[in-house]
Structures are given as C-alpha cells and as structure tokens.
C-alpha cells in the first residue's frame, strides 16, 4: 500500500473494494512460510480456499497451516518488512517527519509553557504597577475636575454677587432719583396748581364784574325809556368786556377746543391775535379729521396745513375725502405720524401708499378700507411699517393672495395684533396659509360679508395663529362646526355669528372646556340653535354678554338650565328679542339669578305679560330694557315705574300702552334724572 499512496484514487477504490492486499499478503505469507515444492498449484489450491471462506473473512496466515504459523508481533500494516528481516527499514520517512514533527511541538510546548509562566508571573507585577499609576491618575484627575467645577462655582457666586450689588446700588440711585423727581413734581403741581386757582379766581372776579355792569346798562336803559335790548347787544354797544379766556390755563383751553371741529377751530382762529394764538397749540394738532369739511376745504389749506404742522400730527383722518395725488403724498412730511386713516378714497393709489411709507414708518393704525390699493402697497407694508399693529383691508378687491404673500417679506407684519378683511371675497385657503405665517400674532379677527369663507380658510389660519381671543363673522354663510371645532386651540375671548344657519347645537357641547376664558357671545339670527345650547354655556364662569337674538328655537326649558349655571352671576347684558316661545317663566328665573344684569331685550316675545314685567322690578341692576312689539299694557308700564335705577325703557310696537298710560308714567319717573324713553311707533 506504500506504493499506492500517489496512485490514481479509482485505483485505490479498486482495490479496497476487492481486498487485493490482504489476498497478495496471505498468499504471500503462505508460500514463505510452507516453501511449497510446487508453488503454483499451491497459490491455486489457497486462492480456491479463500474464494470459499469469502474475502470478508480473510486473515494474513490463512494460507499458513496451524503448525507452522510464527509466533511474531504486529508492528505494521504488513509483515512483509519482518519476514524479510528488514527491520532498519520499517522508519519510513513520512514517520520520521511526524516524529521529529511531534518532539519539536512536544519540545516548544514544554518551553512555551515556561515562558509563559514566567511571562504571567512577569504580567501581574507590571499590571498591578500600570493599576496603582491609572488610580493614582484617576483620582488626580477627578481631583482637579472637582476642583474646576468648585472654581467655576466660586467665579459664578462672585459675578452673581457683584451683578446683585450693582443692581441694589443702581435701585437705590432709581429710588433716590424717584424720591426727588416726585418731590419736584409734588411741587410744580403745586404751584401750577395755585397758578391756575388764581387766574380762575381772576377770572370769576371779572366775569362777576361784567354780569354786574350788564345788570346796571340794562337797568338805565330801561329808565331813560328806550327800547329793550338784549344781554348780547347791550354788550356790542358798551365797553370790550374784560373776560378774555386767551388767560385760562392751556389745558383749560385745549379742553374747550377738543369739542369742536376742524371747521370750527379755523373760524376761532380768525376772531382777534389772541384767539388765533389759542388755536395754534401745538397739542391741538395732534389730530385732523379731514372727513368732517370734506366738502368745503380746498386741496392747497389741507397741504398747507400738513406742512406747518407736520412735527405734532400724530393722527390723519381722510375717510371718504375726495383729494388728488399731491394732497395725500403731503402726508409723508408728517414724520411722527401714528394713525392714518385713508378709507373711502377713491383717489388713493398705490403710488400715494408709497411716498407715505416712506416718509411715515413710525405708523400703529392704517385703515385701507374701500380702496384701490393692489399688491404694490402690500409690499410695501413689511418694508416700511416695521411697528404696524392695526390693519384694515376691507372690500379692497384688487390685491390677491400673492399680495398677502409679500407680508413675509423683510422684518414682516409680525406685530400684527388687528386685522380686518371683510368683502374680500378674492382671498383663498392659500392666502389664509400666507397670513397665519406672517401675522402669528393677532388678537383680534374680522371678517364680514364674505360669503366666499369657507372652514378650511379658518383651519388654515389657526394652526399658527393660536393667540387670537376675537373673531366676528357676519355673512359667513358656509361657516360650520367645524370652525368652532377649530378655533378650540385658540384663546377666545369673544365670538361673532350672524345670520348662520350651519351652526348647530355641535358647537357648543364642549364649549365650557375649549373656551372656558370666553366673555361675549353674539349668535344672532342662528337658527340651529336649540335650548341644548343654552344648557351647553351655562358653565362659562366669564361670560358678561350674550347675544341670541332671532334664535327662534330657544324656550323656556334652555333658558332655564343657563340661569342654573354658574354665567348667570356674571351676566350684564343679555339679548333675547324674537325668540318667541319665552314666556313670564324666564322673566322670573331672571329676576331670580342674575344680580349683575344691566342691559335686557325681549324685544317681539308675545308670550310676556304683565304678571312678568313685576319680576323684572325686582332686577335692580337693570339700566336698560327693550319690551318693544310685546303684549304689556298701561298696567305693566305703571308696574314699571317702580324701578328706581331704570334709565332707559323701549317700547315701540306696544299698541296697547295709550298716552294716559305714558304720561302716567313720565310723572312718576320725573325725580329720576337722566331718564330716557323711547315711544316709537305706540
């Protein structure tokens, strides 16, 4: 098998499968044993034996007979090498590369062992040496962090201290400052004061001498028989009087000159030096109202005007004036300018806008409304009015959503707290999507008469605008629950619908905790309103007013379960006129939980008689209350004239109160002053 270990391996196979070295080794160990004399016929006789007793049963010394078989051990696979007394030859060389293969490995285990013993032994001292420098570093480290951290703290104590000492040496100069401001200004009210009792008494002095030598002309002229004159004329005819109020205080006679009008304040101006010189204080520039002489002031006084007070206007009012290019570009020299006031011009232009921005970029108030104004003045808000906080576009048509676009631009309109688009049907959910990234700010909301609005605008708008505390929507037809739904992350204060018929009970039946902070309702002329709603804001604790006028489907039932709530203890003023199916059963539960209630219409409730006009006697708050087109009589107007803080009382539409009824009436309410009534249409 030696032979064959770089044979073929189907060779190999072959003669595995057919045992062929154990044949040739017991034919071969046979013959040198027995030494047959005929040894052909003897390999034929054995070969005929092994067929018999089969190759799996073939032994080396079958072929031996029992008394010669040798008596050896087996070193090998064969003893070929034996039997030919070769035994220098049994070491092959692949033994001997196994053997010098396993003593080398024997030999390097043996020394590696030791070296790594030693090396181990050797390990431990240098690892136990690198473990006390590592923890003697460690702790060196962790030494100087805490050390760090404990400075750090010491620095940050001391800047605190000093920042304090500054901060108490600065209060005390404040205090100190406050101290001798107040006593200084203690002192100039005082001798201001004094200043002015004396020329007032001044003025009572002579005002008492003019009334004296009036009462002695009038006295002479009527001896010496000649005809009667009047007070005025006899004061024409005599000596100038005396009183002149050019020496009243200044704040006196700004007081009396703020009640006229800007016709008025130029007439006074041309009476004498003395009055003209009244009329040219500079506080009673502060504001124009152009709107008021329209019609009779030329173009050339309104730019003259602008320009020699152009330092002290703060306020311009130029509502439905009809002025040229040039008037209103004479604006911009008004550089203090807060309040502008431009609505109704049909003559205002994009252009004007301009010159005004540029020369007015300290404006608060801009009021656009019912102009010509396009995308141009849209760009050029953010530009310019960096501090704009009121803004008024309604029924400008001509802008489109890009133009509310541009209010993004620069620093933007982000100190945007008013906003009014009413009429401007043209703007989409997209322009919404613009205002509510630029204008996150706003407070207050109006949009009127834009039957374009749909839910999606208002959901586009809130989800940044989340501050907003007023909404008004009047002629918003396709508004929703879900706009009520939407405006629940939003801090609503007051809220206005009218003339909605998509809004239904829905809206309110979580409204105590998505508004709880809400204070006035108006939902007049909503017809899905039902007594459920009124039981749904019963638990508003803030709610001052409620306006529910034209709500037809309200009764007595939901009227009842709101006064029940907690809104009714705060509730001033409430709004019920046409809801028809109320009763004297509300007039009694109103008398009966709401203390505070001021204002009061049951304006068209037919059911109302005269057993519940004596409950509204026993509201004593009442100032006001409307009964116009009920069914009361002389009977309950008389029950009325009990009530002693009653000011105003309407009844027109009352076709059974007579004149004998309403004067009875007047007499007994004569000793309350400041009474009014109105009897229109009885």
Aim: proline residues 3%.
């Amino acid at each position: 098998m030696a032979s064959l270990r770089n044979a073929n391996p189907r060779l190999k196979k072959y003669f595995k499968e057919n045992y062929i070295p154990q044949v040739c080794e017991a034919l071969l160990c046979g013959i040198l044993v027995t030494c047959p004399e005929d040894p052909l016929r003897f390999l034929e006789g054995m070969i005929m034996v092994i067929i018999k007793s089969g190759l799996q049963n073939l032994l080396w010394d079958m072929c031996i007979a029992p008394s010669m078989k040798p008596n050896i051990r087996r070193l090998s696979e064969t003893y070929l090498e034996q039997l030919f007394e070769l035994d220098d030859q049994l070491m092959t060389p692949e033994l001997m590369i196994k053997a010098c293969s396993f003593y080398t490995g024997h030999l390097v285990k043996t020394h590696f062992g030791t070296w790594r013993d030693i090396t181990h032994a050797n390990q431990n001292v240098v690892l136990a040496d690198k473990m006390n420098r590592a923890v003697t570093r460690y702790n060196f480290r962790l030494q100087k962090s805490v050390f760090h951290h404990w400075h750090s703290y010491i620095e940050d104590q001391k800047e605190k201290l000093k920042n304090m000492v500054l901060r108490i040496q600065r209060i005390i100069y404040c205090h100190k400052l406050t101290i001798i401001l107040t006593k200084w200004r203690n002192r100039a009210r005082y001798k201001n004061k004094k200043k002015e009792d004396e020329l007032i008494s001044k003025h009572e002095l002579q005002l008492k001498k003019w009334r004296n030598r009036l009462l002695l002309k009038g006295a002479s002229a009527g001896k010496s028989n000649l005809p009667e004159q009047s007070s005025s004329e006899v004061c024409l005819v005599g000596e100038t009087p005396e009183c002149d109020i050019s020496q009243l205080p200044e704040r006196a006679i700004l007081q009396i000159f703020f009640y006229l009008s800007l016709k008025d304040v130029i007439i006074c101006g041309q009476v004498n030096r003395a009055w003209m010189l009244m009329t040219q204080l500079s506080s009673l520039w502060n504001a124009i109202d152009f709107s008021t002489v329209k019609h009779v002031i030329p173009d050339k006084y309104i730019v003259s005007t602008l320009q020699r007070w152009r330092l002290n206007v703060l306020r311009l009012n130029f509502r439905g004036c009809l002025l040229r290019p040039r008037t209103f570009r004479s604006a911009s020299h008004c550089r203090n300018l807060q309040e502008l006031n431009v609505s109704d011009c049909p003559t205002f232009t994009d252009e004007s806008m301009r010159h005004i921005s540029e020369g007015c970029p300290g404006v608060l108030y801009l009021n656009l409304s019912n102009t010509t104004i396009t995308n141009r003045t849209m760009r050029l808000l953010p530009r310019h009015f960096h501090n704009l906080q009121n803004l008024s576009l309604a029924y400008c048509r001509r802008f489109t959503d890009k133009g509310l676009q541009y209010l993004n631009l620069g620093n933007g309109c982000h100190k945007l707290i008013y906003l009014d688009l009413s009429g401007c049907t043209q703007i989409s959910v997209q322009g919404f999507r613009y205002i509510a990234n630029s204008c996150t700010g706003i407070l207050h909301l109006t949009i009127n008469d834009m039957p374009t609005l749909t839910d999606n605008c208002i959901k586009a708008l809130v989800e940044k605008c989340s501050h907003i505390t007023s909404m008004v929507f009047t002629g918003a037809p396709h508004i929703s629950d879900c706009t009520f739904k939407a405006l629940s992350t939003c801090k609503l204060r007051k809220i206005r619908f009218e003339g909605n018929k998509r809004i239904t009970d829905a809206s309110f039946k979580f409204i105590d905790k998505n508004y709880p902070n809400l204070s006035h309702i108006y939902m007049a002329d909503c017809k899905g309103i039902t007594d459920s709603s009124l039981r749904s804001l019963s638990p508003l604790k803030q709610l001052t007013v409620l306006n529910l006028a034209n709500c037809v489907r309200i009764g007595d039932v939901g009227l009842r379960q709101f006064l029940d709530g907690p809104a009714s203890v705060r509730i001033r003023e409430l709004n019920l006129s046409n809801c028809v199916q109320l009763s004297d059963v509300s007039v009694m539960k109103l008398s009966e939980r709401c203390p505070n209630l001021n204002y009061l219409s049951l304006r068209n409730c037919e059911h109302l008689t005269a057993q519940g006009i004596a409950y509204i006697v026993n509201i004593f708050s009442l100032v006001s209350i409307d009964l116009s087109g009920t069914d009361i009589s002389n009977e309950a107007l008389n029950v009325l004239s009990r009530h002693k803080n009653l000011k105003e009382l309407s009844v027109s539409a009352c076709y059974r109160i007579t004149d004998d009824g309403i004067q009875n009436y007047q007499q007994t309410r004569k000793k309350i002053p400041n009474f009014a009534i109105k009897l229109i249409g009885t």
